[in-house]
C-alpha cells in the first residue's frame, strides 16, 4: 500500500480555548509544543501527523481554526 504524501505547503492554524491550570504536566507541554501559552492564541503549523497527532491529545483545550 502506497503512503500518503503530505503536501509541503498544508499547515494547520489552532487556536487555545480552554486553560491548562489544573491539568498534567504533559497537556500544558503539549500546549507549549504546539506554540501556545495563553487563552485564544492561534499558531499556524505544519500540518504533519505528530501535529495532528498533538492537537489530538488535547481536544479540549484547543480547536483548528483553519486547515484541510
Not at 10 to 27: A, C, H, L, M, N
Amino acid at each position: 500500500m502506497a503512503k500518503k504524501t503530505a503536501n509541503l505547503n498544508s499547515t494547520v492554524t489552532i487556536e487555545q480555548i480552554g486553560s491548562p491550570i489544573r491539568q498534567p504536566k504533559s497537556q500544558r507541554a503539549t500546549l507549549v509544543g504546539l506554540g501556545l501559552n495563553k487563552l485564544h492564541r492561534r499558531s499556524t503549523l505544519e500540518d504533519t501527523p505528530s501535529v495532528r497527532g498533538m492537537i489530538n491529545s488535547i481536544p479540549h483545550l484547543v480547536r483548528v481554526v483553519d486547515g484541510e
